[in-house]
């Protein structure tokens, strides 16, 4: 008997034994699909591929992080400067999470819009619902977990709110601090949460595409399918069609972050001077003009909002000498200051271009392949 033979044994062997090739043949390979969804049905398989992302992400992160108060901040900045592509991993992480609600979002819109949330797709819309807060909780505790000073006030706001409930609200706040204020319980039950609900919002996309499948997609002209000549197998139309979108999603993902275009943040325009917020603040002290009023305290500073700032002037011409006798100009200093401070705050700034450069090119490339056999696959579809 031939290799191939042997192994569609097997296969048989198992799948009538544990039916899982099957059910996969069913929802992603046979699954009737209408003719005509236009991009906007990409968005659930591109929701599908970031809560992938943000488990993966994570997990690898959950590594490394440990969740207690004296030590979660400091375990963060261990991860961007010391762990091996630590910054790379809180990044996806980062960005993916905010990549995701706008995937969602468009998601949930397009259903508005098409729809989808009327009769027979209720329950399909509600289960999305579940999802949408579940992730709303998710995110809001991964927020906390950095425990820096947004995370806790952060979890202070957010978590007070549910002092507004009747008679019980104090009592359900201080359930959820698991104290009298938000402190070290609260982390770690956050962080416990934090870890558990993408794998239950996993368990709920499952019953999100059951139901799907029970019921059917809905489709741009909103009515339903007639017969066969309406619709085509998710495979091989809508697995193409799906992988091209998650490479043209990709791109716009990786060109974000400061890969491409060049990164516009404020810390990277401080390295250059001009127009940057560092290096001109700690150069924009001026005499106090004659007709401007400075509270006691404050000094004149042509570039911090209101003119008015509690920082004295700080680096004059001559300020200190450099050992290699470098020129000591106020601006001099005032950029090596802004470059020292960008490369503290992100060390690894050049590597992080340098490997989105490749990567945004790599996607290029890969995504136009998938367009061009997305074509020739769709090119017999009327
Ligand atoms: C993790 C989040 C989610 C994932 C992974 C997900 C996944 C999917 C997938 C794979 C599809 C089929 C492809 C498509 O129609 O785009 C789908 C369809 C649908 N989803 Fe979601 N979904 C999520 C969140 C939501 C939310 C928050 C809602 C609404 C509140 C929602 C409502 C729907 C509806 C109504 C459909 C059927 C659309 C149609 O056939 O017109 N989904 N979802």
């Given at each position: 008997?031939?290799?191939?033979g042997?192994?569609?044994r097997a296969?048989?062997?198992?799948?009538?034994?544990l039916?899982?090739?099957?059910l996969?043949?069913?929802?992603a390979v046979?699954?009737?699909?209408?003719?005509?969804?236009?991009?906007?049905?990409?968005?659930?398989s591109?929701?599908?591929?970031?809560l992938?992302?943000?488990?993966?992400?994570?997990?690898?992160?959950?590594?490394?992080?440990t969740?207690?108060?004296?030590?979660?901040?400091?375990s963060?900045?261990?991860?961007m400067?010391?762990?091996?592509?630590?910054?790379?991993?809180?990044?996806l992480?980062?960005?993916g999470?905010?990549?995701?609600?706008?995937v969602?979002?468009?998601?949930?819109?397009?259903?508005?819009y098409?729809?989808?949330?009327k009769p027979?797709?209720?329950l399909?819309?509600?289960?999305?619902?579940?999802?949408l807060?579940?992730?709303?909780?998710?995110?809001?505790?991964?927020?906390?977990?950095?425990w820096g000073?947004m995370?806790?006030?952060?979890?202070?706001v957010?978590?007070?709110?549910?002092?507004?409930?009747?008679v019980?609200?104090?009592t359900i706040?201080?359930l959820l601090?698991?104290?009298?204020?938000?402190?070290?319980?609260?982390?770690?039950?956050?962080?416990?949460?934090?870890?558990?609900l993408?794998?239950?919002?996993f368990?709920?996309v499952?019953?999100?595409?059951w139901?799907?499948?029970s019921?059917?997609?809905?489709?741009?002209?909103?009515?339903?399918?007639?017969?066969?000549?309406?619709i085509?197998?998710?495979?091989?139309?809508?697995?193409?069609k799906d992988?091209?979108?998650?490479g043209?999603?990709?791109?716009?993902?990786?060109?974000?972050?400061?890969a491409?275009?060049?990164?516009?943040?404020?810390?990277?325009?401080?390295?250059?001077g001009?127009?940057d917020?560092v290096?001109?603040l700690?150069?924009?002290?001026?005499p106090?003009?004659?007709?401007?009023?400075?509270?006691?305290?404050?000094?004149?500073?042509?570039?911090?909002?209101?003119?008015?700032?509690?920082m004295p002037?700080?680096?004059?011409?001559?300020a200190?000498?450099?050992?290699?006798?470098?020129?000591?100009?106020?601006?001099?200093?005032?950029?090596?200051v802004?470059?020292f401070l960008?490369?503290?705050?992100?060390?690894?700034?050049?590597e992080?271009?340098a490997l989105g450069v490749?990567?945004?090119?790599?996607?290029?490339a890969a995504?136009?392949?998938?367009?061009?056999?997305?074509r020739?696959v769709?090119a017999g579809?009327?």
């Amino acid at each position: 008997m031939t290799a191939p033979g042997r192994l569609n044994r097997a296969i048989d062997w198992f799948d009538q034994r544990l039916p899982i090739i099957t059910l996969m043949k069913h929802s992603a390979v046979e699954y009737p699909t209408p003719k005509n969804l236009n991009y906007w049905w990409n968005f659930g398989s591109l929701a599908g591929f970031m809560l992938v992302v943000m488990i993966v992400t994570g997990l690898v992160l959950a590594m490394q992080f440990t969740p207690h108060v004296d030590l979660a901040f400091n375990s963060v900045e261990r991860i961007m400067r010391d762990v091996n592509y630590g910054w790379l991993i809180r990044y996806l992480h980062m960005n993916g999470a905010s990549m995701f609600f706008v995937v969602v979002y468009i998601h949930v819109f397009r259903g508005l819009y098409y729809g989808s949330y009327k009769p027979p797709r209720e329950l399909l819309w509600w289960i999305g619902l579940v999802i949408l807060l579940l992730m709303m909780a998710t995110a809001f505790m991964g927020y906390v977990l950095p425990w820096g000073q947004m995370s806790l006030w952060g979890a202070t706001v957010i978590t007070n709110l549910f002092s507004a409930v009747p008679v019980v609200g104090d009592t359900i706040v201080t359930l959820l601090w698991g104290g009298f204020s938000v402190d070290n319980p609260t982390l770690n039950r956050f962080f416990v949460l934090h870890f558990l609900l993408p794998f239950v919002i996993f368990g709920v996309v499952v019953l999100h595409v059951w139901a799907l499948h029970s019921v059917k997609s809905n489709n741009p002209l909103g009515i339903d399918v007639k017969g066969p000549q309406d619709i085509i197998p998710f495979h091989p139309y809508y697995t193409v069609k799906d992988l091209f979108g998650i490479g043209v999603f990709l791109i716009a993902k990786a060109s974000n972050g400061g890969a491409l275009p060049p990164d516009l943040s404020l810390i990277v325009k401080a390295r250059e001077g001009g127009p940057d917020y560092v290096f001109s603040l700690i150069t924009g002290f001026a005499p106090q003009p004659p007709d401007v009023e400075l509270p006691p305290g404050k000094y004149y500073n042509t570039t911090f909002p209101g003119h008015a700032i509690s920082m004295p002037p700080q680096i004059t011409d001559g300020a200190i000498e450099f050992a290699d006798g470098a020129p000591n100009t106020a601006d001099a200093i005032a950029r090596d200051v802004t470059a020292f401070l960008q490369w503290a705050s992100e060390p690894e700034l050049e590597e992080r271009h340098a490997l989105g450069v490749k990567t945004v090119l790599f996607l290029f490339a890969a995504t136009a392949l998938m367009y061009a056999l997305k074509r020739r696959v769709w090119a017999g579809v009327h």
